[in-house]
């Protein structure tokens, strides 16, 4: 299953922890190497307390590195932070084999069978209010079979945190509605970076110093 860090994607891995415990169960994280430093407390603590293992992928470099490679600005109407650093890594090893430049695992001896690929279903945390998205994430993943328990499926995410006995993570508890890269994300809009500026002026004033820097 696609582990990003999220709610969403800790209530999947509860829902095939808890419907299916015997399959060959993977979570499976790609990191944009920009993410909040408790994402990645919470995503052990998953693992750990599920007792699934996790693989971690990483192309080794982050957003900004990725901006100057290309020599390009990301913004509100143009970034390719996830589609090259998460969606082309894990595309590159699932359909092609190729592992990438940083490679890592967490109770790996959870692992029921080292063959997790060939005839793989595939389960994303997409939720109802989500599902138009669907259409394109089970072309995109063709021929695998693609799954998303949450449309059909709900959890109360604080129960499932009590239940696990895992601290929600501090992004959400800072008022986010997600736990990707620290809140920097390149598309979000002016509310989003209004509540940054409040609730983390460190990392406000580090994007705005990054965007003059590259701007130069």
Same mark, same amino acid.
């Given at each position: 299953m696609f ?16 419907n ?21 407390r ?8 599920? !007792? ?7 192309s080794g470099?982050?957003p900004v ?5 290309q ?5 509100? @109407? ?11 890594v894990?595309? !590159? ?12 695992? @967490?109770?790996?001896?959870?692992l ?5 690929i060939t ?6 945390g997409?939720s109802?209010?989500?599902y138009? @998205?669907?259409?394109a994430i ?40 997600h736990?990707?890269c620290?809140?920097?994300?390149v ?9 940054l ?20």
């Open positions: 582990f990003s860090g999220g709610l969403s994607s800790f209530a999947v891995a509860h829902h095939l922890k808890t299916y415990p015997n399959d060959n169960i993977l979570l499976y994280f790609t990191d944009t190497k920009w993410e909040d430093e408790d994402l990645y919470f995503i052990a603590e998953v693992s750990d307390r599920l !007792q699934l293992p996790m693989l971690t992928h990483s470099i982050d590195q990725l901006m100057i490679k020599h390009i600005i990301f913004n509100s @109407r143009m970034g390719n932070c996830s589609s090259i650093l998460k969606m082309r894990a595309d !590159q090893y699932l359909k092609k084999g190729i592992i990438p430049p940083i490679e890592g695992w @967490r109770n790996k001896q959870y029921k069978s080292d063959d997790f005839n793989a279903t595939l389960y994303f997409i109802f209010d989500e138009h @998205r669907t259409k089970k072309e995109n993943w063709q021929p695998f079979n693609v799954e998303f328990p949450l449309c059909k499926v709900f959890y109360d995410y604080d129960e499932l945190l009590k239940k696990h006995s895992i601290e929600k993570p501090q992004m959400y508890l800072k008022g986010f509605t736990n990707n620290k809140g920097r994300c598309k979000a809009g002016k509310g989003h970076y209004k509540l500026y409040n609730e983390d002026r460190t990392t406000f004033n580090e994007i705005n110093s990054i965007e003059h820097q590259l701007s130069l």
